[in-house]
C-alpha cells in the first residue's frame, strides 16, 4: 500500500478509559500524509476524544501518539502549544470566540503566533475568507452568523496558519442539505489545494465516504474494519455492514442491557 | 472607536480610585503630609490621665498645635507618662509651661491644654512638662460634691 | 451504616479534589508570566467589564448604605448628646467594615456571576478547547486577564465605595440633621487613622477581590459545561465567595483590629 509510505500520524496500542469505562482499548490507526483519513463509528465510541488525544488535550492511559515521529503525551506543555500551532481544528461547535467579529476571529491564530505586519495578516484573512466564500461576512459577529457560516468561519481560522493536519470533528452534524454541500465540497477542496493532511470524524456516512481516502471504522474502542471505501463496501462483517448500511438492528443491539424484560415487568417495585 | 471610550473610561475609573483613596487620605484620616518631620516631641507626667488616647490634640488656647504620640507608665513614679508631638512651628512655648488635660464639653473627648509659662528658655525635643494638672474625673467630682453636701 | 460512611468519604474526595484543581488554577495564573504587551488590551478589556460597569452599583448603593449609617447614627448618638460623633462613627464603619465587605458582596454578585456566567459558557461551546488547539494558553489568554481585573478593581471599588458613603453621611447628618459641619469633619479625621484604618480597609479590599475573583474564574472553568452546570456554577460562586469574603472579613478583622 503505498498510501502508507508517508504516514503523519501513528497511533499504537492506544489505552484510554474515563472513569471505569474503557473507551479505547488497543488503538491503532496510522494517518498517510496529505490524503482524507474518516475515522468513523456509532456515537459513543470517543470519535472526539481521539482528536482531543491527537492535540494533546487528553492523555491517554497508555501507547504511543506519534505526529511527525513525536510523542503528543510525553511533551512539554510549552512544545505541545508549538505543536498545536500547526493543527488546525474544526470543532463540532465551529467554537468560534464571541466576542470578536469574524475577521478578527480568522486573525487571531496570525497575532498569536506571528509577529507579520498588519496589511500583511489582513490580506492571509480576506485569503482565507475568499477560500471559504464569506469575505463579504467579515464584519459581522459570530451571533449574526447562521451554523453553516459558523462553521465555514472556523474552519477559515483553522486553516489560518496554513497547518500541516486539519482535524474536523463531525463537520457535517446539524447541516441543512445546502450546507453540507458546500462544507462536504470545501473540505476536498481545501485538501488539494492546500495539500494538508485531513482528518474527518464523522458518522454522516454518505458524506464522509465521497470525500475519504482512507476510512477506519472504530467501535467498542478498537478498529474493526478500514480501508479505501471501496474496500469497506465489500466487507462481509455483520457489524460494518450494520454500520455502513444503517440498520437499527445487530451485532450493535438495539437495546441498552438490561434484565429479562418479562422477569422484570413481574417483579414489581 | 470602542475601543477609545473602553479605554477612556477605565483610565477615568483608575483616576477615580485614586481620587477616592487622597479624598479618603486627607478629608476622612485628617492625614497631613509634612506633619511628624517638622516636630519635636516632650513628655509629661500626669496623676491621672482618665479617658485621654493616643493621637489627641495638643492645643494651645484652643488651637491645635500638636498630637498626643503614646501614653505609658513610669513604673518608678507610678505616673503616667504622655510623650506628645508638637509642631515645629510652635517654638514659643517657654520650658516652665504646664500641661493639664481637658474635657472637650461635658462628655467630649479628652485632650491636652498647654498654659505658656514666663521662662525665657524654650522647650526642645526630649524635654520635659513639670507643672502638669491630671484630668477631671467625673465620678471623683461627684462623690466630693456628696461628700461636701454630707459635711455641711 | 457503611453506605453512609461511603458517601461521606466521596463527598469529602469531591470537595478536596475540587480545592485541589483550583490550587492548579491558581498557580497557573501566578505563574502563567504574562507577556505584559499582549496582556495588556485583554487586562484593559476585563478592567472595564469588572470594574467600570460594576460602578454604577457600587456609587448607589454606597451612597444609600452612607446616608442610613448617618441617619441611624445621629438617632442613637443623640440621646447622649454626643451627636457630633456621627461622623466619626459613618467613616469608621464605612472605612473598616462596610465598604470593603458591601463593595465585595455587590462585586461577587455583580461581577464574579458574569466571569462565571462568560467562562462557563467558553467552555460549553469550546472556545477554551479551541484556544488550547490553536496554541494558546487559556489560562493566559482568558483566566489571567479577568484575575488580575478583578484584583484591581476591588480595592479601587472599595475606596469609591466608603467616599460615597461618607459624602452620603455627612448630606444626611449636616444638611439635612443640622450637625455643625466642623465637628462632623474634625472629629471623623481624629478618629480615623489613615495607616491603622484606610490601608487595612484596602488590606482587606484586596484580599477580597482575591477570593472573589478565584472563586468566580475557578467555578467558570471547573463547570460542567451544560446549561444547568452553567447556573448551578453561577449561583455556587455568589454563594461561596460570599460565605468566604464574611469568614476572611472576620478573621482579617480579628488580626487587624483585635487587639485594640
Given at each position: 500500500?503505498?498510501?502508507?509510505?508517508?504516514?503523519?500520524?501513528?497511533?499504537?496500542?492506544?489505552?484510554?478509559?474515563?472513569?471505569d469505562r474503557a473507551i479505547f482499548r488497543g488503538l491503532d490507526i496510522r494517518i498517510p500524509r496529505g490524503?482524507?483519513?474518516?475515522?468513523?463509528?456509532?456515537?459513543?465510541?470517543?470519535?472526539?476524544?481521539?482528536?482531543?488525544?491527537?492535540?494533546?488535550?487528553?492523555?491517554?492511559?497508555?501507547?504511543?501518539i506519534e505526529l511527525d515521529g513525536a510523542n503528543i503525551p510525553t511533551l512539554s506543555r510549552r512544545d505541545l502549544f508549538e505543536v498545536r500551532a500547526r493543527l488546525g481544528m474544526l470543532f463540532q461547535s465551529g467554537?468560534?470566540?464571541?466576542?470578536?467579529?469574524?475577521?478578527?476571529?480568522?486573525?487571531?491564530?496570525?497575532?498569536?503566533?506571528?509577529?507579520?505586519?498588519?496589511?500583511?495578516?489582513?490580506?492571509?484573512?480576506?485569503?482565507?475568507?475568499?477560500?471559504?466564500?464569506?469575505?463579504?461576512?467579515?464584519?459581522?459577529?459570530?451571533?449574526?452568523?447562521?451554523?453553516?457560516?459558523?462553521?465555514?468561519?472556523?474552519?477559515?481560522?483553522?486553516?489560518?496558519?496554513?497547518?500541516?493536519?486539519?482535524?474536523?470533528?463531525?463537520?457535517?452534524?446539524?447541516?441543512?442539505?445546502?450546507?453540507?454541500?458546500?462544507?462536504?465540497?470545501?473540505?476536498?477542496?481545501?485538501?488539494q489545494a492546500l495539500g494538508h493532511t485531513s482528518i474527518i470524524v464523522s458518522h454522516d456516512i454518505k458524506e464522509t465516504l465521497g470525500i475519504a481516502d482512507y476510512v477506519y471504522l472504530v467501535s467498542d474502542g478498537s478498529v474493526i474494519a478500514h480501508g479505501t471505501p471501496k474496500e469497506l463496501a465489500q466487507v462481509e462483517s455483520e457489524q460494518v455492514r450494520q454500520f455502513m448500511q444503517g440498520l437499527p438492528d445487530g451485532p450493535v443491539p438495539f437495546h441498552y442491557p438490561a434484565g429479562e424484560y418479562r422477569a422484570e415487568l413481574m417483579k414489581g417495585v | 472607536?470602542?475601543?477609545?471610550?473602553?479605554?477612556?473610561?477605565?483610565?477615568?475609573?483608575?483616576?477615580?480610585?485614586?481620587?477616592?483613596?487622597?479624598?479618603?487620605?486627607?478629608?476622612?484620616?485628617?492625614?497631613?503630609?509634612?506633619?511628624?518631620?517638622?516636630?519635636?516631641?516632650?513628655?509629661?507626667?500626669?496623676?491621672?490621665?482618665?479617658?485621654?488616647?493616643?493621637?489627641?490634640?495638643?492645643?494651645l488656647s484652643g488651637v491645635q498645635i500638636g498630637q498626643v504620640r503614646s501614653i505609658g507608665i513610669d513604673e518608678r513614679m507610678l505616673m503616667a507618662v504622655v510623650e506628645m508631638d508638637i509642631n515645629g512651628s510652635a517654638d514659643y512655648l517657654s520650658s516652665d509651661s504646664s500641661a493639664q488635660i481637658l474635657t472637650a464639653g461635658l462628655l467630649g473627648e479628652q485632650y491636652i491644654g498647654i498654659i505658656p509659662g514666663a521662662d525665657d528658655e524654650m522647650l526642645k525635643d526630649g524635654d520635659a512638662i513639670e507643672n502638669t494638672q491630671s484630668a477631671l474625673v467625673l465620678e471623683n467630682l461627684v462623690s466630693k460634691f456628696l461628700f461636701n453636701k454630707v459635711t455641711e | 451504616m457503611l453506605d453512609q460512611i461511603q458517601a461521606l468519604?466521596?463527598?469529602?474526595?469531591?470537595?478536596?479534589?475540587?480545592?485541589?484543581?483550583?490550587?492548579?488554577?491558581?498557580?497557573?495564573?501566578?505563574?502563567?508570566?504574562?507577556?505584559?504587551?499582549?496582556?495588556?488590551?485583554?487586562?484593559?478589556?476585563?478592567?472595564?467589564?469588572?470594574?467600570?460597569?460594576?460602578?454604577?452599583?457600587?456609587?448607589?448603593?454606597?451612597?444609600?448604605?452612607?446616608?442610613?449609617?448617618?441617619?441611624?447614627?445621629?438617632?442613637?448618638?443623640?440621646?447622649?448628646?454626643?451627636?457630633?460623633?456621627?461622623?466619626?462613627?459613618?467613616?469608621?464603619?464605612?472605612?473598616?467594615?462596610?465598604?470593603?465587605?458591601?463593595?465585595?458582596?455587590?462585586?461577587?454578585?455583580?461581577?464574579?456571576?458574569?466571569?462565571?456566567?462568560?467562562?462557563?459558557?467558553m467552555k460549553a461551546?469550546?472556545?477554551?478547547?479551541?484556544?488550547?488547539?490553536?496554541?494558546?494558553?487559556?489560562?493566559?489568554?482568558?483566566?489571567?486577564?479577568?484575575?488580575?481585573?478583578?484584583?484591581?478593581?476591588?480595592?479601587?471599588?472599595?475606596?469609591?465605595?466608603?467616599?460615597?458613603?461618607?459624602?452620603?453621611g455627612a448630606l444626611v447628618s449636616v444638611d439635612w440633621l443640622g450637625i455643625y459641619e466642623g465637628s462632623f469633619w474634625a472629629n471623623m479625621q481624629h478618629s480615623v487613622d489613615f495607616y491603622e484604618d484606610i490601608l487595612n480597609g484596602l488590606i482587606k479590599a484586596v484580599a477580597f477581590g482575591f477570593v472573589v475573583t478565584w472563586i468566580a474564574v475557578f467555578q467558570g472553568y471547573d463547570c460542567v459545561p451544560t446549561s444547568e452546570g452553567i447556573s448551578q456554577a453561577t449561583t455556587r460562586t455568589v454563594v461561596y465567595a460570599s460565605l468566604w469574603v464574611l469568614g476572611l472579613d472576620f478573621i482579617l478583622t480579628a488580626l487587624m483590629f483585635g487587639d485594640l
Open positions: 500500500m503505498d498510501m502508507f509510505d508517508d504516514i503523519i500520524i501513528n497511533i499504537r496500542k492506544l489505552n484510554f478509559s474515563r472513569g490524503k482524507v483519513t474518516a475515522i468513523m463509528g456509532p456515537s459513543g465510541t470517543g470519535k472526539t476524544t481521539l482528536l482531543k488525544l491527537i492535540g494533546g488535550q487528553l492523555l491517554p492511559d497508555s501507547g504511543r467554537a468560534l470566540f464571541t466576542d470578536m467579529s469574524v475577521f478578527e476571529n480568522v486573525a487571531f491564530p496570525l497575532r498569536v503566533h506571528t509577529d507579520l505586519p498588519e496589511d500583511m495578516i489582513r490580506d492571509i484573512v480576506l485569503m482565507k475568507l475568499q477560500a471559504v466564500g464569506l469575505r463579504g461576512a467579515r464584519e459581522l459577529m459570530p451571533s449574526e452568523l447562521s451554523g453553516g457560516m459558523a462553521r465555514r468561519v472556523a474552519l477559515a481560522r483553522a486553516i489560518a496558519l496554513d497547518p500541516h493536519l486539519v482535524m474536523y470533528d463531525e463537520p457535517f452534524t446539524g447541516q441543512d442539505p445546502i450546507a453540507m454541500g458546500v462544507l462536504v465540497n470545501l473540505i476536498r477542496r481545501l485538501n | 472607536m470602542r475601543t477609545r471610550v473602553m479605554e477612556i473610561s477605565v483610565g477615568a475609573f483608575m483616576l477615580a480610585g485614586i481620587l477616592a483613596l487622597i479624598l479618603l487620605a486627607l478629608n476622612v484620616s485628617g492625614l497631613t503630609v509634612s506633619d511628624s518631620s517638622g516636630s519635636y516631641r516632650v513628655t509629661a507626667r500626669f496623676e491621672n490621665i482618665g479617658g485621654l488616647a493616643p493621637r489627641a490634640k495638643v492645643t | 468519604g466521596r463527598y469529602g474526595l469531591t470537595r478536596l479534589g475540587a480545592v485541589g484543581r483550583s490550587g492548579m488554577l491558581l498557580a497557573h495564573v501566578l505563574v502563567a508570566r504574562p507577556q505584559p504587551l499582549k496582556m495588556f488590551p485583554l487586562l484593559l478589556k476585563q478592567i472595564y467589564f469588572v470594574g467600570v460597569l460594576s460602578l454604577v452599583i457600587i456609587l448607589v448603593s454606597g451612597m444609600f448604605i452612607g446616608m442610613v449609617l448617618g441617619l441611624q447614627g445621629y438617632t442613637i448618638l443623640v440621646d447622649y448628646g454626643s451627636e457630633q460623633a456621627v461622623g466619626q462613627m459613618v467613616a469608621l464603619s464605612l472605612v473598616r467594615e462596610l465598604a470593603p465587605v458591601v463593595a465585595a458582596l455587590l462585586f461577587a454578585g455583580r461581577a464574579g456571576s458574569a466571569l462565571t456566567a462568560e467562562i462557563g459558557l461551546t469550546e472556545q477554551l478547547s479551541s484556544l488550547e488547539m490553536i496554541g494558546v494558553d487559556p489560562y493566559r489568554q482568558i483566566i489571567a486577564p479577568r484575575f488580575w481585573a478583578g484584583f484591581i478593581c476591588m480595592p479601587i471599588l472599595s475606596a469609591i465605595f466608603a467616599i460615597v458613603g461618607v459624602w452620603g
